[in-house]
């Protein structure tokens, strides 16, 4: 039967309204970096519309576990600094297994062994200065000074994933652990926020020395700022920046897409254009960093973390206050 023009335009926008897909995503990258990820794959999937909401990793987590307490879990994909925090999702059933994902060429440590999260990148976390105001440093140690005191950023492990992440490091590590973090106590340093406000009261002056992460520093030394990084010879933690997919999404196929195109060569391209380390090893890292076989790496057991954390958070807790 031949439909009236009227309707078959009316029948024609109504397929093409539901030919689109919304993939909602919760992510802890910089805005202007989430934009570009969203972007970049939207260009490849036109039909599907990337929502994303962003906060620090901790932030975030406070806002699934309202949802989850609500049975109202909004994301269907989740791209967040640490695998601490998607370790525990993991186990209490939240992540959505996906043995197919192309993880061919990726070191089998990128990954969950269960394929629930996928690390997408490598970030460092170690020292960076001020090149105005502040002497490079080698070691960890040499932060706790005396004439460092109030005079060095860091972020708080409640907030941000990175630094969650940075702190079991730490713990796990001979010479570090908590008595790094008493040191800096006893200077007047008070862990806060996440790794854009410790840069920026880095390349202010309002500090001399941050504990932040190497992509952010070194975009802003080229950007200009008075700012450098340091890979200390007693170890840097790192986090891969893991993507999963939430166990009742609606939206499975496209999240699968998702993930797929961040493990993609054009994924991987895109994470050094964006000056950060890709994991895949065909893809050169970015001009400015050395090669992760140069960089002593404090690595940890992540499933012991997960159960740990509780008590970790804690004495951070007991140790600076809520």
């Not at 394929?115 to 990148?121: A, D, E, I, W």
């Not at 166990?247 to 000056?275: C, M, N, R």
């Amino acid at each position: 039967m031949r439909l009236p023009p009227l309707a078959l335009i009316a029948l024609l926008s109504g397929t093409a309204a539901h030919a689109e897909t919304v993939l909602t995503l919760y992510t802890s990258q910089s805005p202007e970096v989430a934009q570009q990820t969203v972007d970049a794959f939207q260009a490849i999937h036109p039909d599907i519309k990337v929502e994303w909401t962003r906060n620090g990793t901790s932030a975030l987590m406070n806002v699934i576990r309202t949802e989850i307490e609500a049975g109202a879990l909004q994301p269907d994909v989740l791209l967040v600094a640490d695998v601490i925090n998607l370790g525990q999702l993991k186990a209490e059933g939240h992540l959505m297994a996906y043995p197919e994902a192309p993880v061919a060429g990726y070191d089998a440590s990128t990954y969950d062994r269960d394929m629930t999260f996928f690390g997408t990148k490598a970030l460092t976390t170690g020292i960076a200065y001020n090149t105005q105001t502040a002497k490079p440093v080698s070691s960890w140690k040499e932060l706790l000074v005396e004439e460092n005191r109030g005079q060095i950023a860091v972020p708080s492990p409640l907030y941000s994933g990175a630094a969650l992440n940075h702190l079991h490091a730490f713990l796990a590590a001979d010479g570090l652990g908590w008595e790094f973090y008493e040191g800096i106590k006893t200077l007047d340093i008070l862990p806060e926020g996440g790794n854009g406000p410790a840069l920026k009261a880095l390349a202010s002056g309002m500090a001399k020395y941050a504990v932040i992460v190497d992509a952010d520093t070194l975009r802003a030394k080229a950007a200009g700022s008075p700012v450098d990084f340091i890979f200390p010879k007693d170890g840097v933690s790192f986090i891969t920046e893991p993507v999963a997919i939430v166990k009742d999404t609606d939206q499975p196929e496209a999240a699968k897409l998702f993930v797929d195109f961040l493990l993609s060569e054009a994924g991987q391209k895109l994470v050094a254009e964006q000056g950060n380390l890709p994991l895949l090893p065909s893809v050169p890292a970015p001009a400015g960093f050395p090669a992760l076989s140069d960089v002593k790496l404090l690595g940890y057991d992540a499933d012991l973390a997960v159960k740990a954390d509780p008590e970790v958070r804690a004495k951070f807790t007991e140790i600076f206050g809520g």
